[in-house]
Structures are given as C-alpha cells and as structure tokens.
C-alpha cells in the first residue's frame, strides 16, 4: 500500500506532457493492410519483447541488486542501435491486478511506463498485450500473485462469468490508465500502435462462444474511447477460427518457433528448409484477408549461428506480416546466464552475430515488400539486398548506403564510397578486425564517422543447456584488437578521437587505415577535416558519446577445443583451439602423448584472435587413440589444459584428464550415429517410454523407440561433427547400414536418409526384423526423399515436410551431414487401419 501510495504523489507531482496531436491511429483497410491515419503509409515494424518490468527478470535484477531503470536504459540503447521500431510484451496482469480486475498501480507497472517511454525517446513504437494469464514464477515456482489469473487459471479465465468480468474490467482501467511519463493514456499513445487483448489464449467450446468472448472484451475495450486495432491471437485452437473471424478484431497475432523449443542443446545443421514458407492454413478465408497480420513472437529456438533470421523475416513478408517481435531480448546484466528463457539466447553484448542477423532481419521486414514471393528453397536464399548462408554462417544486406553482415564475408559493395552505415562481425572488404564483438560505423558528415567496438564474447559452455546464475555460459572481455576501415570518404590517414566516458585512449592519427583499438566509441575524422561533432552532439536517436558495455567478466584463461571423435591412421590431424585470455599469451603449444614413447610437443600457430591451430603428423597415429593436451604460459607461467594443472612437469600422470581421439583402419566402418554417444542430441517428439538399454553381450547400448500414434515418426541427426576425421574414407563407403531391431516381435518399415548440407536429401526404405542384426541398404539406391521439419514446429499446422532436393539431382557423399529416419505404422489388410511400429537402434553407419 505504501509503494501504492508514493507512487500516486509521483504521479500527482509529475508535469504532464500535453496530448495534442492529429489523428495518426493506425487503421485497418478493406485488403487488410494497416496504415498510419495521417500518411496513409503502410505500417511495418520489428524488434523485439523484453520483460525487465515483469517477473523473472525483475527478480533477478533485485536479486543482483540491478536498478530495473539502468537495465532498461541500456538495453534499449542497445536497441537503437540494431535498429529497431517495435517493442512487444505479454504484460503480467497477475501482477498489476486484483482477483476484480482492478489495476495496481504498483512498482511493475511504474517500470513498464519507464520502459515505454524510453522507447519513445528512441523512436520505437509499441503492441502491447494486456494479459499474459501466466504466473509470474518461469524459471522458478509462481509467487503468490495478487491477479486475476493467479485465482482462476488460463482455462476458467475462458469460460468463468467472474473471471471474465474481471478480464473486462481490468481492461478498461489499463487502457485507461496515464502513464506518468508522458502525461498520456494507453488508449490515445500516439507511439503505441495496436492492443492484442491476450496472451495465447487455447478454446475449447463452439466458435460462437469464442466471438462472444472476445466481443465482451473488445466492448470495454471500446468504452475507454480507443479507437486503435484490436488483433487476437488466431494461431491457437485453429478449428474454431472461424469464431475468430467472426469477431470484432481488426486483425490476427500468430507465433513461430520453426525448430521447436527446449531440445537443452544447440540444433546443428541446416535448418533454412525449416523457414522456407510461414504457410497459413486459412489463408484463402475471405474475411481472414480483410484483417491485418503481426508476429507477437518468434524464434530459431536453441540455434546459436546467425544466419536464418533475415530468411525467416522474407516468409513472414510473404505471409502479409506487417509487424514482429522475437522473443525474448536477453536483459544484459544477467545475460551471461542465459536463465531467463533457456531455449532462446538473444543480446548484442553476448550474442553479437545473432543480434546483427536481427538487425537485418529488421530490414527486411522494412525493404521487402508485403506478399513479395521469392520462390522455393534453395532459390530464396538471396532475395532482394539480402542473403543467408549455411556454410558461411552468414547473413548480410548490401545496399548504396548499407552494408551489414554477421560473419566474415567476401561480398564488395558496388560503390564503398556512397556507403554510410557499416555494421558487422568479422571482416569484410571495408573492415578488418580480430575481435569477436560487434561494431557500427556511421556516416555523420563528409569525412567525419563514428566508430562503436564493443567488447568480445565467448560463449564457453553451450548456452541452451540446463542453466542458472552461478553457471557462467559466456564472458566478456576487453581487449586491444588490430583494425582497419578502408573507406574512401575517410582516406588513407585519419584522426581517432574517443567519445564516451571513461575512454581514456588519446586521440591520434593512423596510417594505411590500420590500427588498434578498445571497445568504446570513437570519431573517426578524415585528415584536413575539422569536424564539427563533439561528445555530446545528438545523432537521429543516440547521442554520440553514449557507449553500453558490461566491464570485463574473464576470470580466467579458457582453452577451448572440441576433438575429433575419430580420425583415420595415415593422415595428418588439425587441431583447432580457441585460448580466451585476458591477453595474448607468451606462448602456446601442444603436448602429445603416443603409447610406448615419449610426449612430444608440437608447435601451435596463432591463427588471428583467440584462434590457434596445430598439426598432429601421421607417424604419431599409433595404437588405438591418440591423446594431448595444450600448454600455453602466461606471466611466466605454464598451465595445462584440460586438467589446468600448473605442475606442466608431470603430465604423464594426467593421462585420465586430457583430450583424446581415437584412431580406426581406413576400411573400418564410419559411424553416423551411436545410440550410446549421441542419443541425447538427436531431435524426434518427445515419448515418455523411450529408453536406453545396455546390452552387456554386445558392450554397447540401444535406444528404444516405440511411437505412441500409429502415424508416422521421424528423428535427426547431425553427424558432421563425428564424421569431421573420417571423410576422406567416406568415397570409399557403398552402403548405409542400420544395426538395431524391430520392437514389438513384428517386422517394421524404416526410411534412411541422408541430409546434405545444401538441404538436399536421399534415402530408402529397409523392413527391420524383431531380429537384432544389420540392415544395410546400397548408397547408389538411395533416392530423393522429402525433408521433413525437424524438431516440429510451433505453431502445428505447419508443413510437415518439403521438397527440398533438386531434380535431377544425385547424392553427393562429401555433402552429408545430417541422418534422418522415419518410422512408418504397419499397414494391415485393412486400408484404414494402422497398427504401431517400434525400433531399437544401436547406431547406423556408412560401410
């Protein structure tokens, strides 16, 4: 009550910013596009949700003793700075609410006010959704909450007469409702663009009785004197739609998380075919094409490469998507956890590569226009000034002005000398740099830029695992970095001058556009210019000097190197190794231990970065593995690595802690998959009752697959990793072979498949025997096969699969990297009836 209190005072005192202005509200017209009441222009927007405000993240901020504020005021900076125009969230009514729907005036809807109004400050625009029905506890328990929701649950909030009287009432007030910032009422923002009423809302009962719902809560809605769209999310309980479309909603929310949620691991391989189309079952509805259409949510769930945005932005804008959100944008102070939502992982500090690929993805949304078509996967991976690539990792926009990738890239802008935004990762025609964050270069005059560095980050533990806050999944480090900036409008010499705060580097000049330089922000002014910009020069939505970065949070040197599982005697071996130091080290080297003879030590060579490479000869591929460790000394002192053991003397009593592969015959079989390494990896529908077994008799494992609807069942995996050693023996292999057996005592139909980096995909069909035995089908029989969207999607109706192989086409053995199986029903006599097939599997191999 007091909190309650001081803040009405706040309120009362708080000199309001006068609401005058011509009717801009967004209208919907008759083709259900929106447009701006004054311009009559096309709306369109992109950015992100973000719940500071809120539950988890509002926890944690106390918890870590965080001012929400400071939060929010960074990261919406950070927002600016990729460029977006949109803010969405799911607004926790159980926390802002009485059981009645009364509205709270308390801390969380001070910070959401907080928040909105920054956005404003920046240009960003806003849908808000009033009700989430969620407790407020993910990833914890739900705390006893004041709300609504709390008291009758999403599913009685549909269908109780009180809870829905308290759904009414709460809106009306929150509509209502001044935020004090600003001195305006949601219902007239002239910033806040549409209302979506709730949250992911799941009917039951007849159409007729969701219109009524929903017509209940558009008319209070209405009362307040609002006169902006109202969309529903129509995406959910898709067999009443028409209860939706026969509502008065001016437009539909719909979600997409095209490779699934929560797989605890990062997702590898080629997921494009998975964004190839956003395909709308109702699309063709007549009154479904008279409303608008915005994504409340999206994201490539547990996908940490940066490549796939900007092709899911296209299929939206193919879809008549006019606005979208991801979720969720990571707050930065506790972003190094990644705890907040597990499955997602999205920040520019931590997750730089990424977080350009949204920026690009934001352009899209902004330069492609509404239902533009480009064709079926793989033609749609350029369309218009963009492209995505798989095998660079890499997605990019190139335009007179701007060029803005999120990896290294080889693509020449036709004309570096009309440029006047540079952003990226990595290095490209026009800028050279070794480190691993991001950076922006913008045009501000003739001859005068400005230059932003941010610190570098390394994920050292997969970030969609099992999380918490004393797990630390990546770091940040600051560090001198070399650079160069080859732009015509700045010469061959210029002067850089720091801008930020705290940025104690002199200004000086460089030459041959090279130098070095720290995380901050820079002006970057070309020799005989004087240039007019200071400090605390204003900028479209920033001021020059703000700079936003977490301090340096390397606690200790990391060496991090992922082996090969297998290799081949004869070859030589590469091992690559990332050492994140706080500085370079004074020297680094391999140690191998060979069975029989003495360690020797190998040279490792620094590649760029915290890149460094070794080879390991082929005279010392002996016995069955080989093993090693690095050695890398820093302050007159050498430590090992992994045991990270300082006593480098007595390494040969580590021989239990160090990296090893082992080494097979040419002629050996090249494992795939093996039910005992690599079941938790593999993406297939959940099913309470698949095991794995040991088989003391064979000395492995099988993996026990029994679907639980007779329908089809497929699984994936990505072998490119335990196959990187072996493929120069992959040519020489004629079959795939499946080692396993049949469940149930009944024979069943399996399809092989295998994924090839380019999506393309071959298989055929084996009948396994309840018989444990191997079944091998001839490579040169494997035929084209549909791709089939793995891990299934959200929402459902979806595609299941797609043609994704070129015609004619042949398999290419040095392309796989994927293997896909599916579990066919067994067909009776009886056309209409299928019976339940089953597998265990052991591994699949290429022999």
Not at 41 to 68: C, D, H, I, M, W
Not at 554 to 567: A, D, Q, R
Request: contains cysteine; aromatic residues 12%.
């Amino acid at each position: 009550m007091k909190l309650a209190i001081t803040f009405l005072v706040f309120i009362f005192f708080v000199t309001p910013v006068a609401y005058s202005q011509k009717s801009n509200d967004v209208y919907v017209d008759k083709d259900g596009v929106m447009r701006w009441g004054n311009t009559k222009e096309e709306v369109k927007g992109f950015g992100v949700n973000y719940t500071v405000p809120f539950a988890y993240a509002y926890r944690v901020a106390k918890q870590l003793n965080v001012s929400p504020e400071k939060a929010i005021d960074d990261d919406v900076y950070h927002f600016s700075r990729l460029g977006f125009d949109l803010y969405r969230v799911h607004v926790w009514d159980t926390e802002i609410s009485d059981t009645l729907g009364n509205l709270l005036v308390n801390e969380h809807l001070k910070l959401l006010d907080y928040a909105l109004k920054k956005m404003k400050d920046r240009g960003i625009k806003f849908v808000l959704t009033p009700i989430a029905y969620w407790g407020n506890g993910w990833p914890e328990k739900d705390e006893k909450t004041p709300g609504f929701s709390r008291k009758y649950g999403k599913a009685a909030c549909l269908t109780n007469p009180d809870a829905i009287k308290a759904q009414q009432n709460y809106l009306y007030q929150f509509l209502n409702h001044v935020n004090p910032y600003t001195g305006i009422a949601y219902k007239n923002e002239p910033d806040l663009i549409a209302f979506e009423i709730s949250n992911e809302p799941q009917h039951g009962g007849k159409a007729s009785d969701v219109t009524a719902f929903i017509n209940g809560m558009v008319s209070s809605m209405r009362k307040t004197g609002c006169k902006k769209p109202v969309f529903y999310n129509i995406s959910h309980s898709i067999h009443l739609a028409q209860g939706y479309f026969d509502a008065d909603i001016q437009g539909g929310t719909f979600q997409w998380y095209p490779t699934g949620l929560q797989a605890k691991h990062e997702i590898m391989g080629n997921l494009l075919p998975n964004v190839d189309d956003y395909k709308i079952p109702f699309a063709a509805n007549p009154r479904f094409k008279q409303m608008a259409k915005i994504v409340y949510e999206f994201d490539a769930a547990d996908v940490g490469r940066s490549y796939i945005y900007p092709a899911m932005a296209r299929s939206f804008r193919t879809a008549g998507m006019q606005l979208a959100t991801h979720f969720a944008y990571d707050p930065t102070f506790f972003a190094y956890a990644n705890t907040e939502y597990d499955t997602h992982y999205m920040n520019l500090i931590y997750t730089p590569q990424k977080a350009l690929s949204l920026k690009i993805a934001s352009e899209v949304f902004h330069n492609i226009p509404l239902y533009k078509d480009f064709g079926k996967f793989p033609a749609d991976t350029s369309f218009g000034n963009f492209r995505v690539s798989y095998g660079q990792d890499l997605a990019e926009m190139v335009t007179k002005e701007k060029f803005i990738y999120t990896n290294h890239t080889a693509t020449i802008p036709s004309n570096p000398g009309a440029l006047e935004h540079i952003s990226g990762s990595g290095n490209s025609s026009v800028v050279k740099y070794e480190g691993t964050g991001a950076y922006f270069l913008d045009k501000l005059d003739n001859g005068v830029w400005r230059l932003e560095v941010l610190p570098d980050a390394i994920w050292v533990q997969d970030p969609f695992g099992y999380n918490s806050l004393d797990k630390v999944l990546a770091v940040v480090n600051w560090r001198q970095w070399p650079m160069s900036v080859r732009l015509p409008d700045l010469g061959d010499d210029f002067e850089i001058r720091p801008l930020n705060k705290g940025n104690d580097t002199k200004s000086f000049k460089t030459k041959n556009q090279t130098f070095n330089i720290t995380p901050g922000a820079y002006l970057l002014v070309k020799k005989g210019v004087s240039g007019k910009m200071t400090a605390s020069s204003k900028w479209k939505n920033i001021t020059l000097n703000e700079f936003v970065a977490p301090a340096t949070t390397l606690k200790k040197t990391y060496v991090l190197n992922s082996p090969l599982k297998e290799i081949s005697a004869g070859e030589d071996v590469r091992v690559k190794v990332q050492i994140v130091s706080l500085k370079q080290p004074e020297a680094a080297h391999m140690k191998l231990f060979v069975k029989g003879e003495k360690p020797v030590d190998l040279a490792l060579e620094h590649t760029g970065g915290y890149s460094y490479s070794g080879t390991i000869p082929p005279e010392f591929l002996k016995g069955d593995a080989v093993k090693y460790c690095i050695l890398v000394k820093e302050n007159g002192v050498e430590k090992s690595y992994p045991s990270e053991q300082e006593n480098t003397k007595d390494l040969n009593n580590e021989q239990e802690n160090l990296f090893e592969i082992r080494i097979l015959p040419k002629s050996s079989p090249v494992t795939l998959f093996s039910a005992a390494a690599d079941h938790e990896q593999l993406l297939r529908p959940y099913l309470k009752t698949s095991r794995l077994n040991t088989i003391p008799e064979m000395g492995t494992s099988e993996l026990g697959i029994q679907p639980e609807k007779a329908e089809d069942y497929a699984m994936r995996y990505n072998f490119k990793n335990n196959i990187a050693g072996r493929t120069s023996d992959i040519p020489t292999k004629t079959k795939l072979v499946f080692h396993g057996r049949a469940l149930n005592e009944k024979p069943c139909t399996i399809q092989l498949a295998l994924i090839g980096k380019d999506g393309s995909v071959y298989g055929a069909t084996l009948n396994v025997k309840p018989e444990s035995s191997a079944y091998a089908v001839l490579l040169e029989d494997l035929k084209k096969v549909d791709f089939i969207s793995l891990p299934r999607p959200y929402p459902g109706f979806l595609p299941y699969s797609l043609n994704t192989t070129p015609e004619p086409g042949k398999l290419d053995l040095m392309n796989i990297e994927t293997l896909q199986i599916v579990i066919f029903p067994t067909q009776t006599a009886d056309q209409n009836q299928k019976l339940l097939a089953g597998i265990a599997i052991r591994s699949v191999t290429l022999e």
